[in-house]
T-cell receptor
Framework: QKEVEQDPGPLSVPEGAIVSLNCTYS??????FMWYRQYSRKGPELLMY????GNKEDGRFTAQVDKSSKYISLFIRDSQPSDSATYLC?????????????FGKGTLLTVNP | EAGVVQSPRYKIIEKKQPVAFWCNPI?????LYWYRQNLGQGPELLIR????????DSQLPKDRFSAERLKGVDSTLKIQPAELGDSAVYLC???????????FGPGTRLTVL
């Protein structure tokens, strides 16, 4: 079992839909949780960063962390065609290797106009 | 501010040939990372530099891969000889410190025939 599991999709939704992306993890040492967005032929860019359990909102994006269930989510409201990309969850611990990001496989999202 | 610059963007070589990738990090970023991203997977760390010192190269296949970061700025990742399984996107990232946000370059897409 990989440390981070993410459904690769692909996921196709109509414009304006609410999108839910999820990851599960097995390493209890993970304390920091991130979502990256990666457009085709580009490098990943940080979208959301959370530390504790709970919700964090930034515009149309909401990141949710449930440490008790080892489950994180990213919600996109009012999705736009420009949101079409691969979304990668990433995690790191708070110990000596706290620079090391462990990524999920990524979920390919297409928002259709 | 310029982002992380990588070249070449694409490289096609035959197996057993050598290949080198170049990275110029964001100005002032002393931490530099090389990742490999296989098709349909998340990035995996190969090596991390703090200034000119390689402080984590545990995931670098040292029989054929080498890296250097002379003068603590630009970095080069080399593969010699390349194998079919090395086909992937090689991403460079930099950060202002080991626990700071990592900014990724666009990557070099390597195809080994």
């Amino acid at each position: 079992q990989k440390e981070v599991e993410q459904d690769p999709g692909p996921l196709s939704v109509p414009e304006g839909a609410i999108v839910s992306l999820n990851c599960t993890y097995s390493n209890s040492a993970f304390q920091y949780f991130m979502w990256y967005r990666q457009y085709s032929r580009k490098g990943p860019e940080l979208l959301m960063y959370t530390y504790s359990s709970g919700n964090k909102e930034d515009g149309r994006f909401t990141a949710q962390v449930d440490k008790s269930s080892k489950y994180i989510s990213l919600f996109i409201r009012d999705s736009q065609p420009s949101d079409s990309a691969t979304y990668l969850c990433a995690m790191k611990d708070s110990g000596g290797s706290n620079y090391k990001l462990t990524f999920g496989k990524g979920t390919l999202l297409t928002v259709n106009p | 501010e310029a982002g992380v610059v990588q070249s070449p963007r694409y490289k096609i070589i035959e197996k057993k040939q050598p290949v080198a990738f170049w990275c110029n990090p964001i100005s002032g970023h002393n931490t530099l990372y090389w990742y490999r991203q296989n098709l349909g997977q998340g990035p995996e760390l190969l090596i991390r530099y703090e200034n000119e010192e390689a402080v984590d190269d545990s995931q670098l296949p040292k029989d054929r891969f080498s890296a250097e970061r002379l003068k603590g700025v630009d970095s080069t990742l080399k593969i010699q000889p390349a194998e079919l399984g090395d086909s992937a996107v090689y991403l460079c990232a930099s950060s202002a410190g080991e626990n700071r946000e990592q900014f990724f370059g666009p990557g070099t897409r390597l195809t080994v025939l």
